[in-house]
């Protein structure tokens, strides 16, 4: 489903055994409707417009996803460096984005 011109993830209900997905050059701007394929491991999600930690607070519900790549969006907010944290068993990431740090003084 890369280079679709997709602007959000649905209809993937009757995709149960789906492992991987590939939606890479696309214009998906939060990540959704993903917890609905279980046996997703494997996502890749590089070049789409994700930018805010609120757009990938879903991933934390895809419970089997080991591989992740989203290199590539709008994300700056350090911030969203933490969802990762709470993935039990993602053990491959790649994410190249333009981060800016966040100093408390």
Do not use: W
């Amino acid at each position: 489903m890369q280079q679709n011109q997709i602007k959000q993830i649905e209809n993937l209900d009757s995709l149960e055994l789906l492992d991987t997905l590939n939606l890479s050059n696309n214009y998906i701007s939060k990540l959704e409707n993903l917890s609905c394929c279980p046996l997703l491991s494997s996502l890749v999600i590089t070049h789409n417009c994700l930018e805010f930690p609120d757009d990938l607070e879903h991933l934390i519900e895809c419970k089997n996803l080991s591989s992740l790549d989203m290199s590539y969006n709008r994300i700056t907010d350090v911030l969203a460096l933490d969802i990762f944290g709470k993935m039990k068993i993602l053990v491959n990431i790649q994410y190249f984005n333009f981060l800016t740090l966040i100093y408390d003084f």
